[in-house]
């Protein structure tokens, strides 16, 4: 956070509240904060609404910076209001066009009203799917307080209606994480879905990976393919109890900035205890100490999600499998005017570090590519987080045993007995939630 820059006694003043003394607010912190400081423009038109000059002095290369007023609740979606995720998927030959329900919070009206991951949808509000309308769904479904959902099962080569859920919002709250030991071939492999990398997560995922160690696991699959990202210290933490033969004074990140930042260094302990909310040597006691780690990964997967990979890889051997993530190698922190009285009430999230690991690679704004590409719609219909039949963790599996092919067992999770060719997304609630994700810093 930051308060207001020095006054030129040359410069003009505005109304209080004006379109003008706002942007100029914005510009003068963009001008100190930015990345792309030295690109911004000499003369902007200050008369613009507030949220249009923003996007007006935005550099092209930059996707993720926001502008926003705090008491202006964000967009609503039907994880917020429901508790769930989905996907809207066109099939290649039959042309086809189905929800498809891929994750259901605990603890949340979705989930109380029986939805499941897997699920298929038919209708929404009475309304049936087509290629042309699937974006509309995603308006359709957040008009209100109660949406209406059609299940429908596969069975002989077509989807039929089964019945019908009448759901109302309601609250949900922070995702606990999925771990499992799996043993297979006489293997102990963990297994843990992180849902996001909030603040204070590594502290639950202490005692899971406590019990990764207890059990003397050789492999770990960490699954973020709808990981949309979060604190580093978060990222950083949970690479402190993966990485072999670390410490403390470890490098992790690399921050590069403009001429007014410049370029800091920060080691894996300072990164991991930045906001104090878990001891760095309670890390190293559940640290795994592994030669490779398999990462899960999707369109989804984002920022913080990223700079795990990315950060991770000097140390020990990453594989992503998967697909391409979605490229945010950069971060920032909240920028708001700190006067008092408080004279402009707009916050801003700018880009304001490009991103490093420890031997200074970064570069992945187009995405991280998978090291095996493989789509999760591969085999339907989708089964829960830990599940050996799910089709990236079941790779994932084949490649620590040596596998070549997908097991038999896998394809025959799929009721028209077959592998699934590659599906059409249409639309996606993850993605969406990705593409608006940041990766939060601090100064």
């Not at 930045?274 to 640290?287: E, G, H, P």
């Not at 040596?402 to 060719?421: R, Y």
């Amino acid at each position: 956070m930051i308060g207001a820059c020095k006054k030129d006694n040359a410069k003009r003043e505005y109304p209080q509240g004006s379109n003008e003394q706002v942007n100029t607010w914005i510009l003068d912190s963009l001008r100190r904060y930015y990345y792309w400081a030295d690109q911004l423009p000499s003369k902007p038109d200050l008369a613009q609404v507030p949220g249009t000059f923003f996007s007006s002095v935005r550099n092209t290369a930059d996707r993720f910076s926001q502008l926003y007023l705090p008491d202006q609740a964000g967009a609503p979606s039907s994880r917020s209001l429901y508790g769930f995720e989905y996907a809207i998927i066109q099939e290649p030959v039959t042309g086809r066009v189905f929800g498809l329900i891929k994750c259901v919070l605990k603890g949340s009206p979705a989930e109380r009203y029986g939805l499941k991951r897997g699920n298929y949808i038919s209708k929404v509000n009475g309304k049936s799917f087509t290629n042309s309308n699937a974006r509309a769904f995603d308006q359709e479904l957040l008009n209100g307080r109660n949406t209406k959902l059609m299940l429908a099962e596969f069975k002989e080569g077509q989807y039929i209606d089964q019945s019908e859920l009448n759901m109302i919002a309601g609250l949900t709250f922070e995702q606990p994480a999925v771990h499992e030991v799996i043993e297979r071939e006489k293997l102990k492999i963990g297994y843990v879905y992180i849902d996001g990398f909030s603040a204070g997560i590594s502290g639950t995922l202490i005692p899971v990976f406590s019990a990764f160690k207890s059990s003397g696991i050789s492999d770990l699959i960490i699954d973020l393919r709808y990981n949309s990202g979060g604190d580093v210290s978060e990222a950083a933490a949970l690479c402190a109890m993966i990485a072999p033969g670390i410490n403390y004074d470890t490098d992790f990140i690399t921050y590069k900035g403009n001429k007014n930042g410049g370029t800091r260094k920060e080691s894996i302990g300072a990164a991991a205890t930045f906001d104090q909310r878990v001891d760095f040597n309670t890390l190293l006691q559940s640290n795994l100490s592994l030669k490779r780690v398999f990462v899960l990964a999707t369109g989804a997967t984002a920022s913080a999600s990223e700079v795990f990979i990315n950060n991770l890889k000097p140390y020990m051997q990453v594989r992503v499998i998967g697909e391409k993530t979605v490229g945010k190698d950069e971060a920032s922190f909240l920028i708001r005017d700190q006067r008092i009285p408080r004279q402009v009430n707009w916050e801003m999230y700018p880009i304001i570090y490009k991103l490093f690991n420890a031997q200074g690679q970064g570069g992945y704004s187009a995405g991280i590519n998978p090291d095996i590409e493989m789509s999760e719609f591969t085999v339907l219909p989708l089964v829960p987080f830990g599940n050996i039949n799910d089709a990236l963790l079941s790779k994932a599996l084949d490649q620590i045993s040596a596998q070549k092919k997908i097991s038999g067992k896998l394809s025959a999770v799929n009721e028209a007995g077959t592998v699934q060719k590659k599906m059409l997304v249409l639309s996606d609630s993850h993605v969406s939630k990705a593409v608006h994700s940041m990766v939060f810093t601090h100064r």
